[in-house]
């Protein structure tokens, strides 16, 4: 769990990187009914994660889009004001937790990039199933 965690805060990093600004971090879905799973993300991204109202968030984004795109709204934010519940839960960063992650991320990192060979590798054979 903590790889997969640690994979997507190499992909919020990357986001900032390119100027984007991200205010809330909410989990939906499967992966969001696990509270352990959502305070080990608060703990590597040292920020609060937000677990959403809504269990088909995807679907509502979906829909948002639609009326926003058909001019049902006038605009993204107007229609997340009157269609988005409020969260149920926030996790918040557990101090103790964060120290270790802390630790613990650049030498994920250093594995990731020392086996980016390997995974080309399995990219290649993979490809062949076809």
Known sequence: ?????????????????LGVDCRKI???GGGAKSD???QIQADIFEREVYKSAS?????????I????????FENFETACEQCVN?????FYPKHENVAIY???????????????EIFAQIASTLSKLD
């Open 1 to 17: 769990m903590e790889g997969v965690v640690f994979a997507l805060k190499d992909s919020l990093e990357i986001v900032a990187q």
């Open 26 to 28: 909410i989990a939906s």
């Open 36 to 38: 352990v799973w959502l």
């Open 55 to 63: 269990d088909e968030q995807a679907s509502l984004g979906a829909a």
């Open 65 to 72: 889009t639609a009326a926003v795109g058909t001019g049902y």
């Open 86 to 90: 409020q969260p149920q839960k926030v």
């Open 102 to 116: 802390h630790k613990a991320y650049p030498i994920f990192r250093d594995i990731y990039t020392h086996n980016q």
